[in-house]
Structure formats: C-alpha cells, structure tokens
C-alpha cells in the first residue's frame, strides 16, 4: 500500500473518530412511571386518595396520592367497563358538581435529578364554562397539596394548564405566560421536556402540534419531586386523563476517550510507516 494511500485512510477514520468525540450517544429513554388507568369492570372511586399503584413503575412501593372536593362524591375515578364512557381513563368529580376540583401525583424519588424528564398525556377538558380556574393541568409539585378538599390543588404547580382559551404556564402555584390556543375542549395529547438542572421547558406539543412562547427557570430539582395532574370544575361533562407517562431522558454519553486514543494510534502507526 502507498503512503498516500495510508495517508488518505488515516485522514478519513480521523475524520470519523473525531466526529464520535463531539457526537453525543444517547441511551434510550427510561419509563419512570406509566398509568393508562385501565378498567376492572367495576368503578373505581377516590382512586388517587385511595393510593392507586400505576401500571408501570421503576419506584418500587410507587403509589398516588391525591385529593378531590368534600363536595365531589365520586372523587377522581375510574368508569366501570358496562358504562361504555369515560371508560379506561380517570375523570375527575361529578358531571353536576361545578365545584369539582382535585390532583394526583406520584413521587419521582432520585429519578428527578436526571438532566431531562419528559412528561405527557392525554388530556381530556369537558364544560363550557370559561370563567375561573376551570381547565386541566399536568405538571410537578415539591411539595404535594396537603388541604383535605383540594382547595390548594395548584400551590406549588409548576406545569401547564389548558383551558378552553389555551395553555397557562403556572411556576410554584403562580400563573405565568399563557398561549392562545382553539379547539381545546375535548381530547388532546399535551407532552413537554423539562432539565432539571437549568429549570427550562421545551418541546411543548399538544394535540401533535408544537406550541411555542414559554419560557422558564422553574422546573428545577426541588419543584420536580412529584408529578402529577391537577383539574377544577366544569359546568358539564368531566375533566379526565389518560396515558400518564414521565419519562428520563439520560445524560449523553460521548466516545471522547475512544476516539481521542484510536486517534492517537492511527497516528502512530503512519509514523512508523
């Protein structure tokens, strides 16, 4: 083999090396926690009071917590398969309660001090009512509600809340930037990424559609110990949830040394050549 033929080889795996040193390798993400609420056949009331265990945990002991309105009697549920709605996803109060208000979270552990979390569901806003705090919001508490009917539901909320008129941004319980959005009532997928280490927000989508404009510094560590959902009251139908997933996203890791060291070698070798 020519030395301009070694040389040339030798140009190309550096190229190749060196690009494995500033390419990031990913790992696939981790399932922390996934709920898809699913039908026993019977109801299942007060089902994040009652500490429901989601379907899928790498928390061991992982359960919910939760609370809903002394004047709610159904509490966050559960529909019985016969009933043919509302069925393997949770609603939240009575269809004649407007005062219906509740949350239920799960703590993350150590599984929050990750860079990235991305948290998602499908969210369903029933109601007409566009007065109030009436909507449905997924996001993180530090620490969980503690009054017994609910009414603090979103002290300490750091997430998004939809309502009919679009997408609230709220930072420790208090109401930020907000997005105009249409055709929210109904069911929709919201997801969002969140780094723990920076407090940011990003990639919002909801309905499948990227939403832009919000910017935060909230979501850090300990704002992010809990996660969960929130609703209050409609005047009709029901606010509802499906498919709860938190998902960590694990830090990159880079073949710096590998392709800093074969480098090296490759560099050897057409010296002595």
Do not use: C
């Not at 070694?6 to 696939?28: E, N, T």
């Not at 929130?230 to 590998?258: C, H, K, R, W």
Request: without cysteine; charged residues 10%; hydrophobic residues 40%.
């Amino acid at each position: 083999m020519s030395k301009w033929l070694k040389r040339s080889l030798v140009a190309m795996a550096a190229v190749v090396l060196v690009g494995m040193v500033v390419a990031p390798v990913r790992a696939a993400p981790v399932v922390v926690i996934s709920d898809t609420f699913t039908s026993t056949g019977s109801e299942q009331y007060n089902i994040f009071k009652n500490h429901r265990t989601p379907n899928v945990t790498n928390l061991p002991g992982l359960t919910w917590n939760g609370e809903s309105s002394a004047n709610t009697f159904w509490g966050a549920f559960i529909s019985a398969s016969w009933r043919g709605w509302n069925n393997n996803t949770v609603s939240f109060g009575h269809a004649e309660k407007t005062d219906s208000i509740g949350w239920g979270a799960v703590g993350l552990g150590t599984y929050n001090d990750a860079d990235v979390l991305t948290i998602s569901a499908d969210l369903r806003l029933g109601g007409s009512s566009t007065t109030g705090n009436q909507g449905i919001g997924l996001g993180f508490w530090g620490t969980l509600p503690t009054a017994t009917d609910a009414s603090d539901r979103l002290t300490g909320f750091t997430g998004l809340f939809v309502t009919r008129t679009g997408l609230t941004l709220y930072e420790n319980g208090t109401a930020g930037t907000s997005v105009s959005l249409t055709g929210t009532v109904g069911t929709h997928m919201l997801s969002y990424d969140v780094n723990v280490a920076t407090g940011a927000i990003s990639n919002v989508t909801f309905a499948g559609n990227p939403v832009s404009g919000f910017s935060s510094s909230a979501f850090k560590t300990a704002a992010t110990e809990n996660a969960g959902l929130v609703s209050s009251g409609v005047s009709s139908g029901y606010n509802g949830a499906d498919n709860f997933t938190v998902l960590l996203i694990p830090e990159p890791a880079t073949m710096a040394l590998l392709g800093l060291g074969g480098l090296g070698v490759l560099i050897r070798k057409n010296r002595r050549a």
